[in-house]
């Protein structure tokens, strides 16, 4: 069984798994709705660099990413200041894994708003609103529902992806146990870590779920 | 003074032109019922009127103000978004497919252009908004959502919604062209109503039967332009023009 310093520094791998995750996601919500607008304007500048944006950190491993803002910045910009300048691990790794799930957030809102009906844009033209007027109280509150399930989605896939922390000196849950493993040589540690991942996934789907169904309250039809 | 105006309006979706110089004028009160085939025109007419589709060429008044004007898909006036905006809530539109907001409860619905557009007070506007839907039949619904109306409550409650901004004309494009036989009377009542009390309305519809009965006018569309106009009595018991008369024999 695990002793006392072997539970809290799971605990505290955790917490960094959690901590990633959650900060990715809320901020890629944000960033992706802008984004997403900007794939969806008319102004061509807009557009082309939100498409520019979504293909470069959809085209390329989160974990080059990853290498690029904790290794590579403080690099160049020695190089070009000649003054040293280091990123906190954790600071890095939010701005790397929100940077990539804006992209891909981008995409699922895109494609909700454009799942939209048209007539729905028409009737709040017709009704005297203005674009921004008819986007955020006619369309985009309608693409809530349709969200929630490939924001789960997303959400999972970024909480077991923090395992690429391991890299840039942050002790994740995986790494953590993985430490264990190598220096007790018992691989019972894995199953916990497989445990504990397969609790929080299970919490975002539940979560996920009720929500989605609280969301569609106005589709469901009939008495 | 005329409530709408159309001189020369031209309309093209690429290589289609839709519109191929229609001049019309609406005076205040008026009831025009356009009919024609599919494809004739008659719905772009409508959408161009609040600029929910551009013109290519020609000008648009609405109360005698110049609300667009345009040549070779240039837009000569560069008129204010906002003052295009206003013109447009003048024009109240009713479509198809209803289009309700189905994320909102018919309270909702018809109280938040009115809230978000005019900034009218809640308390307020939700009284008139119950008052339009004792109107159309519909206050005992104020709180369902509109995925738990049939349709034609559903249409009579987009009428409602299109009444709460006040407007001084209303289009009707083919509004009930998606109802079940059985709920098309409703509706055509409500819009009976609406004629009664002196709301200038212009209505894009297959019901012969309703525009011989309410329309002051009705003018007849053909491939993109306007082919025949006149009182009911002439349009439709009397056409002078074949194509008129062969579009009659088709639908009645």
């Known amino acids: ?223 | 003074m005329s409530m709408v105006k159309l001189v020369n309006v031209r309309k093209s979706f690429g290589n289609l032109e839709v519109l191929k110089g229609v001049d019309l004028e609406i005076q205040p009160g008026e009831v025009v019922c356009i009919i024609g085939a599919s494809g004739s025109g008659k719905s772009t007419m409508l959408r161009c009127l609040n600029h929910l589709e551009r013109i290519t060429d020609g000008e648009i008044y609405i109360e005698d103000e110049l609300a667009d004007k345009r040549e070779n898909n240039k837009d000569l006036m560069k008129i204010d978004p906002v003052k295009v905006q206003t013109l447009c809530t003048d024009l109240g539109m009713v479509f198809q497919n209803f289009n309700l907001f189905p994320h909102l409860s018919v309270i909702d619905n018809v109280t938040i252009a009115p809230i978000i557009v005019k900034k009218a007070d809640k308390n307020e506007i939700e009284k008139i908004a119950l008052d339009l839907l004792k109107e159309v039949g519909l206050s005992d619904k104020k709180d369902e959502y509109p995925s738990r109306l049939s349709g034609g409550q559903q249409q009579r409650v987009a009428i409602a919604r299109a009444l709460a901004m006040d407007p001084k004309i209303m289009m009707f494009d083919e509004p009930t062209s998606a109802l079940d036989p059985e709920l098309v009377g409703e509706v055509l009542g409500t819009m009976r109503h609406l004629a009664e009390k002196g709301m200038t309305m212009i209505i894009v519809t297959h019901e012969i039967g309703f525009a011989r009965e309410v329309a002051d006018r009705v003018i007849f569309m053909d491939q993109g332009v306007i082919c025949e106009q006149g009182t009911p009595e002439d349009v439709i018991l009397n056409p002078k023009e074949e194509r008129t008369k062969s579009f009659l024999n088709k639908i009645l």
Not at chain 1, 161 to 188: C, E, H, P, Q, Y
Not at chain 1, 195 to 223: C, H, M, P, S
């Open chain 1, 1 to 223: 069984m695990l002793n006392q310093t072997q539970l809290w520094a799971i605990f505290d791998g955790t917490v960094i798994t959690v901590e990633i995750a959650i900060v990715a996601i809320i901020l890629g919500a944000f960033f992706g709705v802008i984004v997403a607008l900007g794939r969806l304007s008319k102004n061509k500048v807009a557009n082309a660099v939100s498409w520019f944006y979504i293909w470069f950190f959809r085209g390329t491993p989160l974990l080059l990413q990853l290498f690029i803002i904790y290794f590579a910045i403080p690099i160049i910009y020695l190089d070009s200041t000649g003054m040293t300048f280091n990123i906190n691990p954790m600071v890095g790794a939010f701005i790397a894994f929100s940077l990539n799930s804006t992209a891909y957030l981008a995409e699922i809102i895109r494609a909700a708003i454009e799942s939209i009906d048209s007539g729905q844009m028409e009737a709040a033209k017709a009704l005297g609103m203005s674009y921004r007027q008819a986007m955020t109280k006619i369309v985009i509150p309608q693409t809530f529902k349709r969200l929630v399930a490939p924001v789960g989605n997303e959400f999972i896939m970024l909480l077991k992806d923090t395992s690429l922390v391991s890299t840039i000196a942050l002790f994740d849950l995986l790494r953590t146990v993985k430490t264990m493993a190598s220096s007790d040589g018992n691989w019972i540690y894995y199953v916990y870590a497989a445990a504990i991942y397969l609790f929080l996934t299970t919490i975002i789907q539940v979560a996920f779920d009720k929500i989605e169904k609280k969301l569609g309250v106005y589709e469901r039809q009939g008495n």
